[in-house]
DNA sequence: CTGTTAGCGCGTTCAT
DNA sequence: ATGAACGCGCTAACAG
């Protein structure tokens, strides 16, 4: 049988006291005499009361101690990291995250981010999957802080925390060109979001001052979604005069690459982007960065524009270290 | 300037109508003239009109297309598997998920949880990290389904959805010792969880039925919270007569032996438990599972019951696969 | 320290 | 096809 919930009012009756002095056990304890407090909660023990939070919030006009977080792709290690980081922040300020996920498209985002929104969330943060984040925008006129993350957003003005993309695959590359290196390979997939095409920049600078020429071969092959990582490095290394080094733009990518060259005598030297678990076992070198930090800075931010959400919106750029650990420093074959 | 947030009156203003058929466009979207939607929807773009879910939720007593999601452990990549599955079933049911993560202590767990229930969800899934769920008790008895993954939830009647550990476990042992082992470790830390002791279990069956007496010195690292993975494979090996083989009990702690045995001319065989990322590139014997089926299971489980909350829990089991790629077929070293 | 009144924004009666 | 009134569960304001 399913029994009706009970309310605050019928904790209140059973308790003997009026509904808003039951309320304040749930709220402002102080003033309320402990033995008013100790009728209340056994009574609520008894009916198994459990505050409704809608309702409260409802009252209060939303729910300013819950943040939300919109997380595109579930399967990235990456995500998880930066959502670690978030919920550490917020641990510090006593609020609550709540982490809505979508099948990585674009109106997935939408729809997870009207939600959240509709829960009337004090601060909302996401990595954008979608090209456009215009849909927030009447949101964030009203107040409520908008933060992106690893991506800006687009047609929003809104605060954003990313990486210095450009700057660490410049670094990389460079490294690959100090040791030798002429022919270098980028390689990624997908191509086109933000993120990669900041990278990609990025290493076109190191060629360019370096002098080397690029090679539109090694380009073919960017983006192409039909093609598993792993087939797209062998591609690469199929060609005649191959890349002698390799640029992963993801660590899909780079694991891709791994098992591409599992069993060649002279493998190219390999960097990738973003760290992984298994990274040092491999000798894998590559570009790395804080992903924990990166949740705690768009925490931090969202809390501060609570306080004041008329400032102008900033974008926070964190570095990229390359740890090198032996795939990155192999000297060219040929 | 903080304006105020319009609602569906003043959207209904707007447009001329009352606030019920306002309403209505939002829901019951057939019952209005074409011409009136038309005027309502564009009074509530001038606005930015965004319904509000928390007092639609409350005139309808819960949320019941948003599930929970309760998980602790998030860096660990088999959960985000089970996030995954879980989403997928939903989505196809027009169900939004949300998660609720805590920093993997007893009381962030219950905290969280309350959290989500406060918010009248209409299912809540959980991983359980505290031993103790009897404070779900009650929301279990008023009809919301909970739940529990991985791990079968304690002191609540519950839906579970968990692995065959101990049957996994002991075709790992049995393998080993079918290539010769006599010497084999069980590692693990914590050890102290239900999956742990199950996984345990079946290594002691399959030692026992082999009529391999227990190595009790291999047994005195179990559960050594104050070292690491790493440094616990190596305190094994450092024994005189060394096991010949380890099981390492989850992910860590495989990872901690691989890196552990890196420079070893003769490794000791290995099998872990959980696949991971980079498992085939390393060679590495795993027992392996479907995380996303384990999250798909569970979503449905839940599904089920919200249309049925009287029928009898059940406990699903899922099996795994023992998957040899090198590590574990090693013979004994001596 | 405690109770009364009113209303948060929406949807469910009933009417028309 | 549309509208009026009431109430979901809770708490802010004001008493007392």
Tied chains: 1, 2.
Excluded: W
Aim: aromatic share 4%.
């Amino acid at each position: 049988m399913v029994q009706r919930r009970a309310t605050l009012a019928d904790v209140a009756r059973l308790a003997g006291v009026s509904s808003k002095t039951a309320s304040r056990v749930f709220s402002d304890k102080d003033k309320v005499s402990p033995a008013t407090i100790q009728a209340v909660l056994s009574a609520a023990q008894r009916l198994r009361f459990r505050p409704n939070a809608l309702a409260r919030n409802l009252r209060h006009g939303g729910a300013p101690h819950t943040f939300g977080f919109v997380m595109g792709e579930l399967e990235n290690p990456f995500y998880y990291a930066v959502a670690a980081g978030i919920q550490s922040t917020l641990d510090d300020h006593g609020i609550t995250l709540i982490v809505a996920t979508t099948s990585e498209s674009a109106e997935g985002e939408q729809r997870v981010a009207d939600e959240l929104l509709a829960q009337r969330v004090g601060a909302l943060l996401l990595i954008p999957v979608s090209d456009d984040q215009a849909y927030l925008q009447g949101e964030r006129q009203l107040g409520t802080p908008v933060i992106s993350i690893d991506r800006p957003a687009r047609n929003l003005i809104a605060d954003s925390v990313v990486l210095q993309n450009r700057e660490g695959a410049r670094q990389a590359t460079l490294s690959l060109i100090e040791h030798g290196h002429r022919r270098i390979a980028y390689a990624c997939n997908p191509a086109s979001v933000f993120t990669q095409k900041e990278r990609l920049a990025g290493y076109h600078d190191a060629l360019q001052g370096a002098g080397i020429p690029l090679d539109v071969r090694f380009e073919s092959l960017l983006d192409d979604l039909n093609r598993a990582p792993e087939e797209v490095i062998r591609k690469l290394l199929a060609m005649e005069a191959p890349p002698t080094a390799i640029i992963a733009g993801n660590n899909r990518m780079c694991i891709g690459a791994l098992r591409a060259m599992r069993e060649m005598v002279h493998p190219p030297a390999l960097i990738g982007f973003d760290d992984f678990n298994t990274a040092d076992i491999l000798d894998v070198t590559v570009v790395s960065y804080d992903a924990h930090e990166l949740g705690r800075r768009a925490a931090q931010l969202a809390i501060e524009r609570m306080v004041d959400s008329s400032a102008p919106p900033i974008q926070i750029e964190l570095p990229t270290y390359l740890i090198r650990r032996g795939s990155g420093e192999r000297p060219p074959t040929q």
